[in-house]
């Protein structure tokens, strides 16, 4: 089942301007997920970047370790892609979901950082993770970063959520009101139904590695 979460125009320009300010803790995420990739993966190896937008994806691995791996970024989005682009241009970077790579393409690593949350679990989360499973190596690694149900009190997270943005990213309160109604309307899910995507994926073992807030952090093996 084909489902794409597109940005285009200025959707695109201000996911390009904002996702820094969008997501908490977005800067440390990136650092975690490029650190864990350094110490687990061979130099030289093929990492795959699902969903990759502008390429924040992989920026901080590209600042610590710009030639460390053959990194291939993919999103449906042109304009995205074409912005990633401009910023990594010794990245393979290509305009496509991950089922349009040739399946022969085989990775080590990969990632698919704050995405699956706009897709229905109605077989859409299924269908990208098994995209993504069959093309990585035996012993692949896969890293994902999501917004999720932590079946926690969410009226206090959102609340925590909205102090911080409000005070270390500079959201103004109209702005604020009008993001978290917006995350409060995301497909999220709890950390059972990703492991259990994670089993029907085709992965063999994961584990939860992150959780603050309403954003959570999985590694799943092939």
Same mark, same amino acid.
Request: net charge negative.
């Given at each position: ?22 997501i908490p803790f977005y800067s440390g995420v990136a650092e975690l997920v490029a650190s864990s990739l350094?110490?687990?993966? =061979?130099? %030289? #190896?093929? *990492? &795959? ?7 924040? +994806?992989?920026?901080?691995?590209? /600042? ?73 190596? =035996?012993? %692949? #690694?896969? *890293? &994902? ?7 926690? +009190?969410?009226?206090?997270?959102? /609340? ?63």
């Amino acid at each position: 089942m084909d489902f794409i979460e597109t940005f285009e125009g200025d959707r695109a320009t201000q996911y390009e301007n904002k996702i820094g300010k969008m997501i908490p803790f977005y800067s440390g995420v990136a650092e975690l997920v490029a650190s864990s990739l350094i110490d687990s993966i =061979p130099q %030289g #190896k093929k *990492i &795959l970047a699902a969903g990759c937008g502008t390429g924040a +994806d992989f920026g901080a691995l590209m /600042k610590v370790a710009p030639d460390r791996y053959r990194i291939t970024g993919v999103d449906p989005s042109p304009e995205m892609i074409e912005q990633a682009k401009k910023k990594f241009p010794n990245a393979e970077l290509i305009c496509s979901p991950v089922s349009g790579l040739e399946k022969s393409f085989l990775f080590s690593g990969a990632t698919l950082l704050f995405v699956l949350h706009f897709l229905p679990d109605d077989g859409a989360k299924l269908s990208l993770l098994k995209d993504i499973s069959s093309r990585l190596e =035996p012993d %692949g #690694k896969f *890293i &994902l970063f999501d917004i999720y149900d932590s079946n926690e +009190d969410m009226d206090s997270v959102f /609340k925590d959520v909205a102090g911080y943005l409000r005070t270390f990213q500079g959201w103004d309160d109209s702005a604020l009101e009008t993001y978290l109604n917006r995350v409060k309307t995301l497909n999220k899910i709890p950390s059972k139904r990703y492991a259990e995507l994670f089993k029907e994926a085709g992965f063999i073992k994961w584990k939860q590695i992150f959780q603050a807030h309403y954003v959570g952090g999985w590694i799943a093996f092939r």
